[in-house]
């Protein structure tokens, strides 16, 4: 009976051990993939880097590539103590609508927020604003620092910064 016992405790410990290597197999290959789609040369889309990076290699910020194909730019932006912000947090989930019409009421005050709308907000305490120009335009990588620059001088924004995403790909050459 012992030996039986151990003959099923070597088969559970064998399929283990290959369940785990079929794991670390399918894991190993996705990072592959991953590394793979990311690598120069490749044809996917191309990855665009925060500012700082691209500006750093051209020396002009408006010499730039663009940053999406769209023309709204969405800014993280955490304001202090305000109520009409703290009504958009409270009421955004419930009544989105009622939250975006506050927040126009509110922005309309403040110069620095003209062409800004609120998109979203997260949990901790920021809202998702987006940008569109006020002359429709695709904003490019001077556009958007000089937003965030004009944002961050408004004595009731603790931050805001740019929501980039990354996209798998070249880099812009």
Known sequence: MTGNKTAI??????????????VSVAWIGGVGAIGYLTVPGS?????????????AETGDASSVTQITAKSRVDFIVRFKDVEAVKMCLEMFKADPDGARAVFAGWAGDYDALSGMSLKKTSYAGELILTWLRDDGQRPNRADIIAKQQELQSMPVVKYADPDYT???GDTPQ
Do not use: C, F, N
């Open 166 to 168: 990354a996209h798998a």
């Open 43 to 55: 044809t996917a889309s191309p990855v665009y880097l925060p500012a700082s990076i691209e500006t």
């Open 9 to 22: 405790a070597e088969r559970k410990d064998s399929q283990l051990q290959k369940g785990l290597m079929w």
